[in-house]
Structure formats: C-alpha cells, structure tokens
C-alpha cells in the first residue's frame, strides 16, 4: 500500500515574523516527509526579497487565495463528490459563531478556505494534515473531506478565548497537539476534557546552532556604548514602549546605550512619538523589518538582546540571541521561564517594569564577567534542549508513527512504514 502523505496547512507562508514554520518544514523534508505546503496567504513580502529557501518554498507551496477560478472548481468538485458533508460542514462553521452576526462572514471565509485547501490536498494524495495558525480552517476542513489532523498551537493569542478559539473541539477531533512549552500544555489540558490530554505533547521549538554560532565577545571592542537588540514585531503585546522607557531611565543614569528594534507592526507610529518625547532620536533606532538570513548579523554587533513582552509562546528570537551567546533580558512570562533560568543563562523580569529592565541591563553593563558567563550558559541551553535538529526529528517520529498507525489499521506491514 502506497505511504500516507502528509499535508502542511499554514496561515501565511513564508513569513518573516514566522520563520520557524520554514525551518520546520526544511527539517521534515529533509527527514523524507517531504510535506505537501498549503498557504492561505501569499508570503509578506515581494520575490526580490525572499531568502532563496523562502522562494523555493513559495514555488512549491499552493495559495488559497490565488485565483477566483480555484474556489469555484473546487466548491463545484466538493459539492458533487461530497453534498452531504459540504453542507453539513457549512452548518457546523456557522454553528462555531455561537449566534454572532458579526463572525458569519468570518467563518463563512474559512468554510471557503476549508473547501479550496481540502480539495487540492485530496488531489495531492494527502490525508493527514498538520497546522500553524489555521486550525480553524482545518478543524472545518475535517468535516468535509475523510482526512486525520495535528495542530500546533502557540500561545498566548489562543489561550486568551478558549471557547471562542474552539480549542475543546479542536483537540477532541486531533490525532495529536503539539504545544511547544509546558506551559503551553497545561493551557490546553485546562481547556478540554482530561480524556483528551493523552494528545498533547510537548513538542519544543529550536534553532540551528551552526546558524546562529558564537558571536565575538563584546570585551574585544572599544566602542563604550552597551548596544541592545529588539527582532519581533511592533505590536503592544511585545511592549517595545517598555523598552524605550528603559532605555530613557539609563540614559537618565548616565549610560550609554544604544537601542535597536528590529521589525514593523502597528505600534510604530506610537513608538516614533514616543522616541521624540522622551528624546531619544540618538539613542533608539526603528531599522525595519528583517529577513531571517541577514537577522544574525544584528545579533553579532550587538551586546545584549531585550525582550519586554507581555506574553509569549517561547519567542525564537530569544533562542537564536542564546545561540550566538548573546546575553538576554527578558519578562518572566508564560513560556519564557522554562527557556532562561534567572541568572544562569538570562535575566528575567516582571512584566510592565521598566525600572527592572533598566537595572538587569545596567547589571550586564557593570559585570561584563556576568555578560559572558550568561552568554555561554545560554548557547550551551540551546545547545542541550532548543536544538533544530533533535527538536525536528522529534516531531517527525510524531508524524511517521500516526501515519504507520494508519497504514497498520489497513494492514500494511510495520517494516513498510520504516519504524516510529
């Protein structure tokens, strides 16, 4: 019997605020899974500035939203093949907006999406799929076509509604769920039934350390400026605003230091006037947006990375600042603490407290034996639990064990399936 083939459904891909999910699927075609890419979306950026992994993938990726012609086929080839199911599929996404007007056109979208990704993941052979940030696409995608599915779900967006995010029902219908923390897994065990958490498992993000390698000590220059690096994206919930009112309080005290904020998003304009009031134009520089193969080139000229978010998953770019043993500073929240232990290889504090960013960025300035031992212990952290490569093979054991398990429920011998 012919190997069961696995699909990837992704909001958008590539992303540069999600180059993980890239990365990802890089390691699983690497491991034979070879899956089958679906996007949603086309990627955030123009072709000229995609990474040439990021464009090889963008070749071979199908885009929902790339032509009207594609929904009508496919709505017109689901309707004949399968009436019954269309129909009571479409039900059920209204049924998911608990009576909100305002959610039909939403869910009566991802119904749309569901049929286009399902039909051509049906004509691609595929019949388990996995999801980044389009579960409830696929949660409706499973009530049309005979399909099995995974999830990953991130944190914190989802975790903050579970009801409206459907999570109960998300995990009762999975085969798996991956969380990528601890904490992660106890938000999802809180929301479903206990007869489902035998599903969830902690599946753990990761960065390739040849990637990211050591970056030279900052003891070898001469420039007395402490440089901080920010990568994410401009948005309230990662509290760049924070940091800036760090960065005011330091100079207030005499340091020097030079904030960098690397990315775009919708807090910019506030975080522009913010800088101008507190007169900080020589002090924080807004550089834009990065793509992640030029990303370690700020890690390498900086000296300590910052992080003020209010809530995270567990950020990748806190993994790949540790690769390059780039001391970090970051909120004590959600995920974050199971990836730095306060002291030994980072500095957490309390969340909306930017005196405590000012002191644990000043303590790294006067200790530069702190710096680099913080620094080491960190790339050795990744090295031992947040590597790509372990971390990947892990997750495609995961697969080729579901997809075995299938194949031996319709009698194809164990050694076809080559092990879990």
């Keep these: 019997m ?8 992704i909001s958008q891909y590539p992303a540069v605020n999600h180059t993980f999910i890239l990365r990802e699927v890089l390691a699983l075609r690497r491991a034979g899974l070879n899956p089958c890419t679906v996007s949603i979306r086309r990627s955030d950026r123009s072709a000229e500035f995609l990474s040439a992994d990021e464009a090889d993938e963008q070749r071979r990726t199908f ?11 496919a709505n ?5 093949r399968r009436p019954v199911a269309y129909a009571r599929a479409l039900l059920y996404s209204w049924r998911l907006t608990r009576g909100t007007p305002r959610l039909l056109v939403t869910y009566s979208g991802y119904f749309i999406q569901a049929v286009v990704a399902g039909d051509y993941l049906e004509r691609q052979g595929v019949t388990f799929i996995h999801t980044h940030f389009s579960s409830t696409v696929l949660l409706i995608l499973a009530r049309i076509f005979p399909v099995r599915y995974s999830l990953t779900l991130h944190g914190p967006a989802e975790f903050a509604d579970v009801v409206g ?3 109960g029902e998300k995990v009762a219908a999975a085969t798996f769920v991956a969380a990528i923390s601890h904490y992660g897994a106890s938000q999802l065990m809180a929301a479903c039934d206990a007869v489902h958490w035998h599903k969830i498992r902690t599946l753990r993000l990761g960065v390739d350390p040849q990637a990211f390698p050591p970056r030279e000590s900052p003891s070898r220059r001469g420039d007395a400026t402490f440089r901080l690096i920010f990568v994410g994206r401009l948005a309230a919930v990662k509290a760049p605003h924070m940091l800036i009112e760090a960065v005011a309080l330091l100079r207030d005290r005499g340091r020097k230091v030079l904030l960098t904020l690397v990315g775009e998003g919708p807090a910019r304009p506030a975080l522009e006037e913010l800088i101008g009031e507190r007169g900080l134009s020589d002090q924080v520089q807004l550089s ?10 700020f890690y390498r000229n900086n000296d300590a990375f910052v992080l003020a978010s209010f809530a995270e998953g567990i950020p990748v770019v806190l993994m790949e600042a540790m690769a390059m043993e780039l001391p970090c500073v970051a909120t004590w929240v959600t995920g974050i603490p199971e990836l730095i232990d306060n002291g030994v290889d980072g500095l957490l504090v309390p969340p909306a407290d930017p005196v405590a960013l000012a002191d644990a960025v000043e303590r790294l300035i006067k200790d530069p034996e702190l710096t680099r031992r913080i620094g080491a212990a960190a790339r050795a952290k990744i090295l031992s639990t947040y590597d790509l490569g372990p971390n990947s093979e892990a997750l495609a054991a995961t697969f080729r064990k579901c997809l075995c398990a299938r194949q031996q429920q319709d009698g194809t011998p164990m050694a076809a399936c080559g092990g879990a």
Aim: hydrophobic residues 45%.
């Design 165 to 167: 995010f459907h999570i």
């Design 76 to 80: 017109l080839r689901t309707v004949l």
């Design 288 to 297: 834009g947006a990065c793509n992640h193969d030029k990303v370690a080139d």
């Design 63 to 73: 885009y929902v939203f790339d032509s009207v012609a594609h929904w009508v086929r």
């Design 2 to 9: 012919r190997s069961e083939k696995l699909g990837y459904l």
